[in-house]
């Protein structure tokens, strides 16, 4: 789910067939992102620097190690920005079509998929009114 931090709207949903992972769905989509877009992505993320040079992820403590302070406090930044995302994702999974096991025909769920978030971008800027 790409999501534009400041109003909070969904901008592309992108989903794959069955168990994926979170960043080889985002290689496979080849979603354009554009280079000045801030990327904000959680640590299963490693390796997105290759692929969008604009992007940031938490710091991992290293092996036997603790994060220094500064490390620290970056990565309290970043779950400031990305709580958003993480916020979307929940309203998202209040449709239970997205928390649960889709047992329906595979053709349609990516239009289902769609049109939840476009409900959600409806019921957005209704409240922004």
Request: contains cysteine; positive net charge; aromatic residues 8%.
């Given at each position: 789910?790409?999501v ?15 168990k ?18 801030e990327c ?7 390796g ?13 403590k ?10 620290k ?44 978030a ?12």
């Open positions: 789910v790409v534009n931090q400041k109003t909070g709207e969904i901008i592309c949903i992108a989903q794959g067939q069955g994926i992972h979170d960043f080889r769905l985002f290689k496979q989509s080849k979603i354009p992102l554009n280079k000045t877009i904000l992505a959680d640590k299963g993320y490693q997105i620097q290759k692929i969008h040079s604009n992007s940031k992820i938490p710091q991992k290293p092996r036997k190690g603790e994060l220094s302070s500064s490390d406090k970056k990565n309290r930044e970043l779950a400031k920005k990305r709580v958003i995302g993480e916020h979307i994702n929940r309203k998202l999974k209040i449709f239970k079509i997205l928390a649960d096991r889709y047992r329906n025909r595979r053709k349609r769920f990516s239009l289902r998929f769609n049109l939840i476009g409900l959600y971008n409806y019921e957005l800027r209704l409240s922004q009114r």
